[in-house]
């Protein structure tokens, strides 16, 4: 069984540019969250994918914005980047129908 | 608003002491509640979830957590601690009306001295 994986694991930008984010779910899988995770927090919920359409979302600006795809693999976008925006960004995938969330190891994003 | 609050922000013990981490969590609803791990390096590992039944539940590596409703507590224990427990813990609680939404508390750094 293939777990969560993301890509890049590593990425730097500039302030104002765009970045896209992938995520492949874990197998069985047809629910994808993506959470931000600042240095010294606990992640922060975006929001999340069902059915390739948005499922829920937390406190952000539109300028985050998703996708989920017929193999229930998902990007997270991210528009005129900000400094703040630096943190490692999370994928987690679950079946709709269970509680429990898996992890994927992360992107960490710095933007200069 | 939800929110989960973590007490100890870093906790440092020699191998086997006792730990106990403690978690508070805000919510007037009907929550599920986990502990997940990052051990250095790697990515987040559920440790333990409840949903119902039994307040006091089991986890991997010998770790359990209790909950208190009355107190809105999920403290989170193990009773000897090795140096592999090296890592920083969550909490996390979400809505069972909307599970997708998972909030965490800040987490705690747990350093295990051999």
């Known amino acids: 069984e293939t777990g969560v994986t993301q890509s890049p694991t590593h990425l730097i930008k500039t302030r104002g540019q765009q970045v896209t984010l992938r995520c492949s779910s874990q197998?069985?899988?047809?629910?994808v969250s993506w959470y931000q995770q600042a240095l010294g927090q606990g992640p922060q919920f975006i929001f999340q994918?069902?059915?390739?359409?948005?499922?829920g979302r937390g406190n952000f600006p539109p300028r985050f914005s998703g996708l989920q795809f017929p193999n229930y693999s998902s990007e997270l976008n991210v528009n005129a980047l900000e400094l703040d925006d630096s943190a490692l960004y999370l994928c987690a995938s679950s079946s709709l129908d269970a509680d429990t969330q898996y992890f994927g190891p992360g992107t960490r994003l710095t933007v200069l | 608003a939800q929110s989960v609050s973590q007490h100890n922000h870093h906790v440092i013990l020699s191998e086997a002491a006792s730990l106990e981490l403690g978690c508070n969590y805000s919510?007037?609803?009907?929550?599920?509640l986990f502990w997940y791990v990052q051990y250095p390096g790697q990515h987040l590992q559920l440790l333990l979830k409840y949903f119902s039944g039994d307040p006091l539940v089991k986890g991997i590596k010998g770790f359990e957590a209790e909950f208190i409703k009355s107190k809105f507590s999920f403290n989170l224990r193990k009773p000897s601690v090795q140096w592999s427990d090296t890592a920083e813990y969550f909490c996390a609680v979400n809505d069972r009306s909307n599970t997708g939404k998972l909030i965490f508390g800040q987490g705690t750094t747990l350093q295990v001295k051999p």
């Open positions: 994918y069902y059915r390739e359409e948005e499922n």
């Open positions: 919510y007037g609803g009907t929550v599920n």
């Open positions: 197998s069985g899988h047809n629910t």
